[in-house]
């Protein structure tokens, strides 16, 4: 059993700043890419940022310099850092994981997601 659970959503005004944490816990032997995912409501859920476990990164062109993804391979943890946040960063933002579980078998999996709501 695999668990990711967000943190970090809330409310805040155009230009302001967030910090997303997410935890995975369980049966955990290693973690490959961990990452971060948005959807509205009515579209699909989009890429947001993700970090292997060697540390590359890779952004979406509408976060890249505002958003600063991280880990912390010791406490199976990534984090986002969210700045100059806009209102179209408006969202659920969803951690991802990719598990591989004592049995040494590959789980992709998902938290139920944190919402982020910037006003104008």
């Known amino acids: 059993q695999i668990q990711v659970v967000e943190s970090g959503g809330d409310s805040v005004q155009a230009g302001g700043s967030l910090r997303l944490s997410c935890t995975v816990s369980g049966r955990i032997l290693s973690i490959d890419v961990m990452g971060w995912y948005r959807q509205i409501p009515g579209q699909s859920r989009e890429l947001v940022a993700t970090v292997t476990d060697g540390g590359v990164t890779k952004y979406a062109d509408g976060v890249l310099g505002r958003f600063t993804i991280s880990r912390d391979n010791a406490k199976n943890m990534v984090y986002l850092e969210m700045d100059n946040l806009k209102p179209e960063d408006t969202a659920v933002y969803y951690c991802?994981?990719?598990?591989?579980?004592?049995?040494?078998?590959?789980?992709?999996?998902w938290g139920k997601g944190t919402l982020v709501t910037v006003s104008s």
């Open positions: 991802n994981a990719e598990v591989i579980n004592w049995s040494r078998s590959k789980i992709d999996s």
